[in-house]
């Protein structure tokens, strides 16, 4: 739970797919990954590849209008 005061970090898109391939084509763990992009929580990059597992887009409440970068990439990697 989010404490009184509590700063986040937001992370565009193109990071959240950087960090996801980075993942997906090594053999290191979320903390290492994490760690190596100077995250602050390996949980988050632990949401953002099961999002794009299940083809989900990263931004939960949605914009509407073109495909999400991660579905183009994730379409170029599986074709």
């Known amino acids: 739970m989010a404490k009184k005061g509590q700063k986040f970090r937001a992370y565009p898109e193109e990071f959240k797919v950087k960090a996801v391939l980075e993942y997906v084509n090594s053999s290191e763990i979320y903390q290492a990954v994490s760690d190596k992009l100077s995250m602050l929580h390996s949980s988050q990059l632990k949401v953002w590849v099961k999002k794009w597992k ?26």
């Open 54 to 79: 299940i083809s989900e887009s990263f931004n939960e409440r949605g914009t509407g209008g073109s495909k999400p970068l991660c579905f183009i990439l994730k379409d170029k990697i599986n074709s």
